[in-house]
């Protein structure tokens, strides 16, 4: 079935800093890849759709410039959380659209800790 | 009026219950649907997907009634095992795909 791997699954990391998430699909090309963060007891937040080969399109409220989108390759997408603060810490999760099955398959998502 | 909108529960049942969950949605032009089961601090894996005729997966019944834009998950002999949050998931799909999660129904199954 479709796989999508992601890495790190946990990361902790100082104010001020820039953190990277991968979201990998290892046996489907997916042209499109989605980001959500998920706060404790809460839902699955879209924070934006990852487009191959051209600019994200991020949620209302998202800023582009602290969550920084990269789609370069049909299986690979990554999410650099810029000048991380507490407030950012959470749960990331990215997901993709495989066709076959007809649904979305997601990764095994990111806790983020920013102390 | 949201999105997608589904009653948060929780919906506590002893185990061998049948239990239902509606989800309403409110743009008429969704076009799939689908149902995801969310443990917790886990990512959400698939259930089953929506048909307009209805379909069967064992224990789980799913059913989509687009005239109302409702959808609906039906466990039947619930196990210890289904305790966990049910997403209810549409998505319109054209040029740009847009997918809107519900917040979940938590299931918890009582022995």
């Known amino acids: 079935g479709a796989v999508v791997s992601q890495h790190p699954s946990w990361v902790i990391c100082k104010s001020g800093t820039s953190v990277k998430i991968e979201c990998r699909s290892l046996?489907?090309?997916?042209?499109?890849m989605f980001w959500y963060r998920q706060f404790p007891k809460q839902s699955l937040m879209l924070m934006a759709t990852s487009n191959e080969g051209s600019k994200a399109t991020y949620e209302q409220g998202v800023e582009k410039d602290k969550f920084l989108i990269n789609h370069a390759s049909l299986t690979l997408s990554t999410l650099t959380v810029t000048s991380a603060h507490p407030e950012d810490s959470s749960f990331y999760i990215c997901?993709?659209?495989?066709?076959?099955?007809?649904?979305?398959?997601f990764g095994s998502g990111t806790r983020l800790t920013v102390v | 009026r949201k999105e997608v909108e589904q009653d948060p529960g929780p919906f506590n049942v002893p185990e061998g219950a049948t239990v239902a969950f509606n989800c309403t949605y409110s743009n008429s032009a969704s076009q799939s649907f689908f149902w995801y089961r969310q443990d917790c601090r886990k990512e959400p894996k698939l259930l089953m997907s929506v048909y307009s005729s209805g379909n069967e997966d064992g224990r789980f019944t799913a059913q989509l009634n687009r005239a109302s834009q409702y959808i609906s998950l039906l466990i039947r002999d619930s196990k210890l095992s289904d305790s966990a949050t049910y997403l209810c998931?549409?998505?319109?799909?054209?040029?740009?795909?847009?997918?809107?999660f519900g917040t979940g129904t938590k299931l918890q199954v009582i022995p």
């Open positions: 997901s993709a659209w495989e066709r076959t099955n007809y649904g979305y398959t």
């Open positions: 998931v549409v998505n319109m799909v054209g040029g740009y795909q847009k997918v809107t």
């Open positions: 046996d489907f090309q997916a042209t499109t």
